[in-house]
């Protein structure tokens, strides 16, 4: 019995046609996650609201001021959180406004003395993290 050095030979080659399908479906496969990654990076490169913080002034032991650089798409409802924070790191104040494509001077009342004031972020809907 004489054995084949050839694997072809022994258990048959496959044909061309089912090589050129493997490679066509493989070829569209990564057509559409080259797709989905090109809009995924499109998409949270070009948020509808986009904020950040000026500036912040406190005023006295219950309130503080900031001013708010935000950049709203035209018919766009959006909302922005901006809170006061105490010397041991708690919430001491916080709102919620509606901005305007612009700036935005926001008041706040605090229980008691802040040290700073920070800027959660804007959502929109259809983008729920803030920015």
């Given at each position: 019995m004489a054995s084949s050095p050839h694997l072809a030979d022994r258990y048959g080659a496959p044909s061309p046609?089912?090589?050129?399908?493997?490679l066509a479906v493989v070829g569209v496969l990564v057509a559409a996650s080259l797709?989905?990654?090109?809009?995924?990076?499109?998409?949270?490169?070009?948020?509808?609201?986009h904020s950040?913080?000026?500036?912040?002034?406190?005023?006295?032991?219950?309130?503080?001021?900031a001013t708010v650089s935000v950049a709203v798409?035209?018919?766009?409802?959006?909302?922005?959180?901006?809170?006061a924070v105490a010397a041991d790191h708690m919430t001491v104040g916080e709102v919620a406004f509606e901005p305007v494509d612009g700036r935005n001077e926001v008041t706040l009342r605090t229980e008691r003395r802040a040290s700073a004031v920070t800027l959660t972020g804007c959502t929109a809907e259809g983008q729920p993290r803030p920015r």
């Open positions: 046609a089912r090589r050129w399908l493997g797709a989905w990654l090109a809009w995924t990076s499109w998409f949270h490169a070009t948020p509808a609201v950040e913080l000026v500036g912040y002034q406190v005023v006295d032991d219950h309130r503080a001021r798409e035209d018919g766009v409802s959006a909302s922005c959180v901006v809170r």
